[in-house]
């Protein structure tokens, strides 16, 4: 096992098995302090329960936790210093707000005035209203039960703040909204939070890093734009944001090597953008409109390939011929196992439709 | 740490899972060892005199018989009447079917010795209706409702309960979209009914119909009070024969012959359970409507039919309600007149010891069964559902003993395990005294108690208690404040259906009642016979109206809620679906 580093939060050779089922394998991360860290995969990929390990709700096999450099593997929950909102809140519901907010105040026995003015200053920041703090909790709606759980994770004043996907039980336009507030809490408490989301917008908007899970391992660490824009592994690239794969004939006639190749849906266009790019023919296969833009999946040879465009400059419809143009610099290139691999130009050779 | 390290650690549960453990093997495991032993071994050595014994007794065998007879009778009879009361309820749009749902749900609030006792006062010797009946058809016999056929018709609109509660729930379930699919090809009401409905709720009516077969099979209060000589099933004979040291070797293999059969339909029903039941496969599936028939004449039959029901449902009822406001003398000569209508017979119960005694031991009997019951069951169920290791496990599954095997083998079993000094019970000598019925009632209501309570734990959020744990709150504080508030609704009703089913008990009273504790099913059922004191007939009807009334109350207790915003008020404590088949011979009296 390594040294201890000043991580605020890190995995030393973490093991993780369910019976015989090994949900993490091995995992080495350090997450810095203040940080927006978000755990980003697909459903089954060991996101939950690599943040259940740092909560104590799961005892690994082997390896360490360690927060702000102790090791915390084999504290209880509540001796590590860590607060979370759980996917549904976990707000108790025979109690008021006001209970639910002071209840680990209670139990660590703050008299009532310190709980009081504890609870009323956390209420404060998160903006819940003293009539709110007063009512049942189920009488409170999505969004304001997401602050009362924040609350009474904060009111603990925590060392380390662990969100487990707390904006999916809320509405589409409710989730947008939340992700601000969110941050805004996030950046005005100072704290470190580890977040825990299948939901790449939510990862790209709010992470200040991002670690992409696959199979209880990660992928790839790295900012938003790192991750989006240099995707490391070929499940990165189709798991986070959206491209299309090349054949190997589009491809080839690229002048690329024939490997597993992609373009980012904003990388291709129904007009030269550069002058080294491609023209790929092909015939409009589908257009679904988007109100901002149209996307228009198109069928080349043996691939079909999305295009985003503007509403005022194109209106194709099905079955239209149409050009693509994509920069061979755009496509992002793997290996026979998944990784990425540096896009090597052969020659500049048009598709034929 | 190993599982069993962890609860090896805690003492709150170790001392939780020993006193579980005594229980388990003093009260439900021992008393069926003693029971085997008594019939095979009755002194010391093995003997098979018993079976010689039942072979050369032609009233065992044909008490033998009779059960089979009535078990196999009552699963088709109570079939036809209970689907139809669910389909005339649930199903057909007919004019008034709440009306006719609360007509039909008369047998919640009375049932075993109490049903059986007040249809005798109503159609037997010397009845009311024996009496109009009589103006009609003046060579009608006095005993005409007796027998076979008055046991089975008695019974049969007993146990209807169980389609009510489950086939009902069953039906609701069913899909609308899935009926109108059937609609749009063309598919009329009876043919969605046959081909829709009916498959879908197969399971759940071979499952009422096992358990309407296993309360035939243990049938004893209707064929005690309205059997006669000619019809006596297995469970009477039972407790006749176990009166005599002669013959208590027959009367326990008896109980064990009933015992096996009981378990081996239940197997059965089990194996149904887990295969699961498929009501709709819609993500949103929208609530079944009722189907109106379209000829005018079935639809007047059925409501003939429906009403017809009702009125046999609810003319006892309305008959017990009437007479217990009526003299004595009034109601051994069948002449009825408002003026005679008087609070008489109930100053009478209120204001004699004697005649109010047996619904206060009762009262108290069921009270601290329930109270005891559900208190205990909370920490077990709370051990059971945390610490899940092989000594968990099999402790749930003995404690489930009380729901397989019949109330007279329970019985026999206490008073044969601890009729002399044993030192699992500390050289303490139960039978005989009035504790033994306390402990049989606690013993017979843990396997319901036992489910109802784990269901509610397991659907406690896990979440809860690790935001708890998360806040710093120690394991009996987290019972304390987080686990027991959601549950304590659910142990609340339990409570109240254990106490319910626990008033008007007969079937274990009947084998185990001290004579200074009797129990009002105990007394209700020696009043039934007649001869002792001329009031006992009207305090007959004042019991049942009593019982009716309180056993009503607690009903609306436990299924109506009244309208608030939260969710969790939304729904009853406990509702039909999550009351699991109720253990047949004892939960549904007849």
Same mark, same amino acid.
């Given at each position: 096992m390594s040294e201890p580093t000043d991580f605020a939060v890190e995995f030393d050779g973490v093991k993780v098995t369910y019976g015989d089922f090994v949900a993490i394998p091995d995992l080495h991360l350090g997450i810095r302090e203040g940080e927006f860290f978000t755990f980003l995969?697909?459903? *089954?990929?060991?996101k939950t329960t690599a943040l259940r390990t740092v909560a104590g709700f799961v005892n690994p096999a082997r390896g360490a936790v360690r927060i702000k450099g102790t090791d915390? %593997? !084999? #504290? =209880?929950s509540d001796a590590r210093g860590v607060g979370m909102v759980f996917q549904?809140?976990? #707000?108790?519901? @025979?109690?008021t707000v006001r209970d639910n907010i002071g209840y680990g105040l209670r139990v660590r026995r703050v008299d009532r005035a310190g709980r009081q003015q504890r609870v009323d200053d956390v209420a404060r920041r998160v903006d819940l209203t003293s009539a709110q703090l007063d009512a049942?909790?189920?009488? #409170?709606?999505g969004g304001q039960q997401q602050r009362v759980a924040i609350a009474r994770t904060m009111v603990m004043q925590p060392d380390i703040l662990l969100l487990d996907e707390? &904006?999916?039980?809320?509405?589409a336009k409710l989730r947008v909204q939340m992700r601000a507030e969110l941050k805004a809490v996030q950046s005005d408490f100072g704290i470190t939070t580890v977040y825990v989301t299948h939901d790449q917008d939510e990862a790209l908007t709010m992470s200040d890093r991002i670690a992409v899970f696959n199979q209880g391992s990660i992928e790839q660490v790295g900012t938003p734009d790192e991750v989006y824009?240099?995707?490391? %592994?070929e499940f990165v690239c189709n798991f986070v944001g959206e491209s299309s794969k090349l054949s190997p004939q589009v491809v080839r006639n690229m002048g &690329?090597? +024939?490997?597993?190749s992609y373009v980012r849906v904003e990388r291709a266009?129904?007009? +030269?953008?550069?002058?080294?790019a491609i023209r790929v023919q092909g015939r409009v296969e589908d257009v679904a409109y988007h109100g901002m833009h149209i996307r228009y999946s198109v069928g080349a040879v043996g691939c079909t390939v999305k295009v985003l465009a503007s509403p005022t400059e194109h209106r194709l419809q099905k079955g239209d011929d149409a050009s693509i143009y994509i920069d061979p610099s755009d496509v992002l290139q793997f290996d026979d196992t998944g990784r990425r691999i540096q896009t090597r130009v052969l020659s500049h050779t048009a598709v034929p439709a | 740490m190993t599982r069993l390290g962890r609860i090896a650690r805690s003492p709150f549960f170790l001392v939780i899972g020993t006193i579980t453990i005594w229980f388990t093997v003093a009260f439900l495991v021992w008393p069926n060892i003693a029971v085997i032993t008594a019939a095979f071994?009755?002194?010391?050595h093995i003997s098979f005199d018993a079976f010689d014994k039942i072979a050369s007794s032609e009233r065992v065998q044909r008490s033998l018989f009779n059960s089979g007879l009535l078990a196999a009778t009552l699963a088709v009879s109570t079939n036809i009447v209970g689907v139809f009361i669910v389909l005339v309820t649930s199903y057909f749009r007919v004019r008034g079917a709440r009306l006719l749902w609360f007509g039909y749900a008369t047998t919640f609030i009375y049932g075993g010795v109490v049903l059986a006792s007040g249809y005798r006062a109503i159609y037997? /010797?010397? *009845?009311i209706v024996t009496g109009w009946l009589q103006g009609f $058809? =003046?060579? $009608? =016999?006095?005993?005409?409702? @007796? *027998?076979f056929p008055a046991v089975l018709i008695t019974m049969t609109l007993a146990t209807t309960t169980n389609h009510m509660l489950f086939v009902s729930t069953a039906m609701s379930r069913i899909d609308q979209q899935s009926v109108e699919a059937a609609q749009l090809m063309g598919a009329g009401p009876w043919r969605i009914l046959g081909t829709i409905v009916f498959p879908t709720l197969r399971p759940v009516l071979f499952a009422v119909t096992i358990l309407s077969f296993l309360t035939g099979l243990g049938a004893l209060s209707a064929p005690q009070v309205l059997g006669g000589t000619d019809f006596q099933t297995v469970a009477p004979t039972i407790l006749t024969l176990a009166k005599s040291d002669s013959s208590r070797d027959v009367a326990m293999l008896l109980a064990l012959i009933l015992g096996v059969a009981t378990m081996v339909l239940l197997l059965v029903f089990a194996r149904m359970e887990r295969g699961g039941t498929y009501y @709709? $496969?819609? !993500?949103v599936s929208s609530r079944l409507e009722k189907q109106q028939l379209r000829s005018s004449t079935g639809n007047t039959v059925l409501h003939v039919a429906a009403y017809g029901l009702f009125v046999l449902y609810t003319l006892p009822v309305v008959l017990i309600v009437l007479y217990s406001f009526l003299p004595t003398t009034a109601i051994v000569s069948n002449q009825v007149s408002p003026?005679? #209508?008087?609070?008489a017979n109930y100053m009478r119960v209120f204001s004699g010891k004697a005649a109010l005694w047996p619904l206060l031991v009762s009262i108290g009997y069921s009270f601290l069964a329930a109270f005891i019951c559900v208190l205990g069951m909370l920490f077990v169920v709370r051990m059971l559902t945390q610490h899940r290791n092989w000594i968990t496990k099999a402790l749930e599954v003995l404690l489930h003993i009380p729901w397989v095997l019949p109330a007279a083998l329970a019985a026999l079993g206490l008073v044969v395990a601890y009729d002399h000094a044993t030192p699992i019970l500390?050289?303490?000598? &139960?039978?005989?005294?009035?504790?033994i019925l306390l402990v049989a009632y606690i013993s017979a209501k843990i396997p319901f108690t036992l489910r109802l309570l784990r269901a509610a734990f397991v659907t406690l959020d896990s979440s809860l208690e690790e935001a708890a744990r998360n806040l710093g709150a120690s394991p009996l504080r987290i019972l304390r404040d987080i686990v027991l508030p959601p549950v304590f609704p659910v142990a609340i009703a339990v409570f109240a259906l254990n106490f319910n089913s626990l008033l008007d008990d007969y079937d274990l009273a009947a084998f185990l009642a001290h004579p200074l504790y009797q129990p009002l099913g105990v007394v209700i059922r020696a009043n039934t016979?007649?001869? &002792?004191? +001329?009031d006992a007939i009207s305090n007959n009807f004042v019991y049942t109206v009593l019982l009716m009334i309180v056993t009503g109350l607690v009903m609306t207790l436990v299924y109506w809620r009244p309208k /608030? /915003? %939260? =969710?969790?008020? /939304? %729904?009853?404590?406990?509702?039909p679906g999550t009351v699991?088949? +109720? !253990?047949?011979t004892q939960e549904v009296h007849a």
């Open positions: 995969g697909p459903s *089954g990929c060991g915390v %593997t !084999r #504290l =209880p549904n809140y976990a #707000l108790f519901p @025979s109690m049942h909790v189920a009488d #409170l709606s707390p &904006l999916s039980n809320l509405d824009a240099d995707p490391q %592994t &690329l090597a +024939p490997t597993a266009a129904l007009a +030269p953008r550069t002058p080294t | 071994a009755p002194d010391g037997g /010797r010397g *009845g $058809l =003046p060579a $009608l =016999p006095e005993d005409w409702f @007796s *027998g @709709s $496969l819609a !993500r003026a005679d #209508l008087t609070m500390g050289g303490v000598v &139960l039978t005989g005294t009035a504790g016979s007649g001869d &002792l004191n +001329p /608030r /915003r %939260t =969710p969790a008020a /939304r %729904t009853p404590l406990v509702t699991q088949a +109720p !253990r047949p």
